[in-house]
C-alpha cells in the first residue's frame, strides 16, 4: 500500500511540475521546489513581515556584520512564486552591503529569475518590500541603540 500511495505522489508531483514548466522559468521552478535559505535567523539583526494583497506573508532575517548582509532567511505561508522571490533574495543580498541591499526591487528579483507572468509578479514586489521592511528596522534599531 505504501508503494503504491509513493508511486502515486511521485507521478502527481512530476505532473505538476511539467505544468508549473509550461508558465515558469527553470529558476522559479529551482527556487520554487528547493528553496535556499528557508527559515528563521535567531537573533536576526534586521527582521521584516509584509504581508502582500493577495494574502501571502513573507518574513525575512538578516545577520548584518560590519554593514555587510553575512546570512539572510525567509519565511512565507505564500504559492510557489512567493517561495521562488523569497528565495531569489535572500540570494541576492548575501554579501551585499546595506547599502546595495536598498537597491533590490521587484524588477531586480523579476530579472533573475527570468521574469513571472503577469499575475504572480506582485510575489516579486511583495519580496522586495520585505527586504526593504526588514532593512528599516535595522535603522531603527541601530539609532535606538545609538540613542540609548
Known amino acids: 500500500m505504501t508503494n503504491n500511495?509513493?508511486?502515486f505522489v511521485n507521478e502527481l508531483q512530476e505532473k505538476i511540475i511539467e505544468e508549473a514548466k509550461k508558465?515558469?522559468?527553470d529558476t522559479v521552478i529551482e527556487h520554487w521546489t528547493n528553496p535556499k535559505n528557508l527559515g528563521k535567523i535567531e537573533n536576526a539583526?534586521?527582521?521584516g513581515r509584509v504581508t502582500g494583497p493577495c494574502g501571502d506573508t513573507l518574513e525575512i532575517y538578516l545577520k548584518i556584520k560590519r554593514g555587510k548582509i553575512i546570512a539572510?532567511?525567509?519565511?512565507?505561508?505564500?504559492?510557489?512564486?512567493?517561495?521562488?522571490?523569497?528565495?531569489?533574495?535572500?540570494?541576492?543580498?548575501i554579501g551585499?552591503?546595506?547599502?546595495?541591499?536598498?537597491?533590490?526591487t521587484q524588477e531586480v528579483i523579476l530579472q533573475h529569475l527570468g521574469s513571472l507572468?503577469?499575475?504572480?509578479?506582485?510575489?516579486?514586489?511583495?519580496?522586495?518590500?520585505?527586504?526593504?521592511?526588514a532593512l528599516k528596522n535595522h535603522k531603527k534599531i541601530k539609532k535606538n541603540a545609538k540613542v540609548d
Not at 546595506?98 to 533590490?104: P, R, S, T, W, Y
Not at 507572468?117 to 521592511?133: F, G, I, M
Open 96 to 104: 551585499k552591503s546595506l547599502e546595495e541591499a536598498q537597491k533590490i
Open 117 to 133: 507572468p503577469e499575475e504572480s509578479r506582485h510575489c516579486a514586489l511583495l519580496a522586495a518590500n520585505t527586504l526593504q521592511e
Open 23 to 25: 508558465e515558469y522559468t
Open 72 to 93: 539572510a532567511n525567509f519565511l512565507t505561508d505564500g504559492c510557489g512564486p512567493s517561495i521562488a522571490c523569497g528565495s531569489m533574495t535572500t540570494e541576492l543580498v
Open 45 to 47: 539583526d534586521a527582521y
Open 5 to 7: 500511495i509513493d508511486e
